[in-house]
């Protein structure tokens, strides 16, 4: 029963590590085509000011720093709890702590006017996020 509970773990291991590398793609494409194609920058621009009138978009933005919060103190309760020493975990606590801090820091500090993709961005940010928490629970959960 273990093995097979550890089999499932390394697919979503393996399946939530190739999200996570398509958010980053997908949040590098968004800030360069941005940059130089005049045609997706009219394009990201349209887009903001539309979701700005549709959605309330600060609210949205402290919702999701509450979350990415929370996922941190749950990833350093998880660092705590870790039964065995194991380098792997550790190292995934890392990298998951990182990401969330740049995260937290992408979302205070950076707005459309000095980041216009912002929005891709920083959805492609929250993202990558929940898929790395995820992919420290399942790989915490294999360790332990």
Do not use: D
Request: aromatic share 16%.
């Amino acid at each position: 029963m273990i093995k097979q509970r550890n089999k499932i773990y390394y697919i979503l291991i393996f399946l939530f590590g190739a999200l996570e590398i398509a958010a980053v793609i997908g949040a590098y494409a968004a800030h360069y085509y941005t940059k130089t194609r005049m045609g997706m920058l009219r394009h990201v621009v349209y887009l903001n000011g539309k979701w700005e009138r549709l959605v309330n978009i600060p609210a949205m933005k402290w919702i999701a720093l509450v979350i990415v919060v929370i996922l941190i103190i749950f990833a350093c309760i998880l660092y705590k709890k870790q039964r065995k020493n194991s380098i792997t975990v550790k190292v995934a606590a890392i990298i998951t702590t990182a990401i969330s801090l740049w995260t937290v820091y992408y979302l205070l500090f950076y707005n459309t006017v000095i980041h216009r993709a912002y929005y891709i961005v920083s959805m492609c940010f929250i993202v990558m996020t929940l898929f790395q928490h995820i992919l420290y629970y399942c790989l915490y959960q294999i360790k332990n």
